[in-house]
Nanobody, 128 residues
Framework: QLQPVESGGGLVQPGGSLRLSCAAS????????IGWFRQAPGKEREGVGC????????YYATSVEGRFTIARDNGKKTVYLEMNSLKPEDTGTYYC?????????????????????WGQGTQVTVSS
């Protein structure tokens, strides 16, 4: 079991940058995926991007591709979400989640129901 914990949220101006961290405690022998999701008030939770533990392949939602980057530090079992050129519509609570095994993701990498363990979330506000 891997329990994720997010950190790094805050207030940033439009066009600014922010980096979120997701530290996963615990261990597993399976390959897994760590995904980032976000939810704005009154809206459904949406997938932002994810990274596979097997080969560090990443996938991104079209709304953030080119602006957001996911990377991982294997030694620290930590995954980072680097967010650049932030827009007000990026505002929301950002969640880190872990899903395994990899075979679950044949129907999509950013489907919330494929993820088993969720963090508490961290707030990101993009505003001037």
């Amino acid at each position: 079991q891997l329990q994720p914990v997010e950190s790094g949220g805050g207030l940033v101006q439009p066009g600014g940058s922010l980096r979120l961290s997701c530290a996963a405690s615990g261990s597993t022998l399976d390959y897994y995926v760590i995904g980032w999701f976000r939810q704005a008030p009154g809206k459904e939770r949406e997938g932002v991007g994810c990274i596979s533990s097997r080969d560090s392949t990443t996938y991104y939602a079209t709304s953030v591709e080119g602006r957001f980057t996911i990377a991982r530090d294997n030694g620290k079992k930590t995954v980072y979400l680097e967010m650049n050129s932030l827009k007000p519509e990026d505002t929301g609570t950002y969640y880190c989640a872990v899903g395994l095994p990899l075979t679950k993701f044949n129907d999509g990498w950013l489907l919330a129901y494929n993820y088993d363990y969720w963090g508490q979330g961290t707030q990101v506000t993009v505003s001037s």
